[in-house]
């Protein structure tokens, strides 16, 4: 089940919202997890277990670090211990046949794949469950002794396919005591109607044109039509998952929840690495407390430092997916943040915004162009026919006539969701205007009217974030 379809709107959220609101407070988290679980079963009944044995432990193990007369010793190994069952169930559904398959490729075997279909979410709720004992570790947090309430911190349907990724040191005082009234009830609703636009009306019509370019032919693929179609790849992907984001936070706060924001105009940015201040903030912010501060951080020399970025991307690469293209597009990004801390960063901010903001933009398009191909053959050819090179032809066509005609048909829906990227919240016209309620509410009455409308005849509606 997904948030974006007329099951959940019209009979999952009603439901679980009137028996929420008509429970008594000591079994509002009883009902949060008893729906959060059927939420998750409803697509994968049986890897249910995973995630309930994944409760279990993690709980198991935060009573044990909570134990007073522990030595030091003994702490360490508890949290190495919960580590590793955490990461060895991640690896084995994520990256088993990744291993198999490239083990069997270098050298020649036939290891047999297991061919298990990877457990929805389960990258979120495990970097979750692994935020909770390195806090209790660390003294930042204290032990859940209440099963129900933990599991329910775990399996929170709003953020548990596919985030934010929620750190247990956030919402520890929620999960216990929290409140709703009107203004935060009417905020989560607005929320989650922007991000249900986000998602319906924005990524899947440009994602369309992505899915049309990306099946033609990279060795006849015109210049205009390459960059054409990494351009509405990455709009897709930005308003799929930070739509997402917005009706996982808009949910929150419908139950009392205040999630951190994920996104914030990440095509705004006028570098790389304010481009991932910007982009996926809960997953930026949980390497960088978890792992790269850990790894020394920025404390112990420059070498050291550029040693963790490149750590911290490559794995941020894998934590993507099973392939060798997301451990590309994590090194190209490792490479492209430590040359601005060497220096490049610096000399972005004395450069004109425009020239920043075009070199962050034409970076973040290429990166997207090795985050969307699996097989190298495409990838490459794809990044050609961008670069006017092979094909063939000695060059590629600029443009075609095929190409003209998609960026006519498309021409609206590409100024649509520029606009849609940019930072405007703070500008005259929308502080006077969308801020009214007599404005706002109508235009939320239409964007939840079309929403719905498309979906009763979708054909077209894919989740991107599923696969992580």
Known sequence: MVFSSLLFLFLFLPVVLLLYYVAPGRLKNLILLGTSLVFYAWGEPVYIVIMLFSTLMDYSFGLLLSRPKLTRYQRKWIIAGSILVNLALLSYFKYADFLIHTINQVLG?????????????????????????????????????????????????????????????????????????????????????????KKVLLANNIGLLWHGISQTDTSNMSILMAWLGIIAFAFQIYFDFSGYSDMAIGLGLMFGFHFNENFNRPYAARSITDFWRRWHISLSSWFRDYLYIPLGGNRRGLPIQLRNIMIVWVLTGLWHGASWNFLLWGFYFGVILSLEKLGLLRLLNRLPAWIAHGYALILILVGWVFFAFEQWTTMTGYLSAML????????????????????YTNILLLIITTLASIPWENSRIYLRWMNHPYVQLPVLGVLFFLSSAYLVDATFNPFLYFRF
Do not use: C
């Not at 004992?133 to 775990?154: P, S």
């Not at 006017?388 to 960026?407: F, I, R």
């Open 388 to 407: 006017g090179m092979g094909g063939q032809h000695e060059h590629h066509a600029v443009w075609d006539n095929t190409t003209l005609y998609l960026l």
């Open 109 to 197: 075997t036939q290891i047999p794949l297991t061919d298990l279909p990877l457990p929805i979410g389960i990258s979120f709720y495990t970097f979750q469950s692994m935020s909770y004992i390195v806090d209790i570790y660390r003294g930042t947090a204290k032990a859940q002794r209440n099963w129900l309430d933990f599991a329910t911190f775990v399996a929170l349907f709003p953020q548990l396919v596919a985030g934010p990724i929620v750190q247990y040191s956030v919402v520890a005082d929620q999960i216990k005591h929290r409140t709703v009234d009107i203004d935060t009830f009417a905020e989560g609703v607005r929320r989650f109607i922007i991000g249900l636009a």
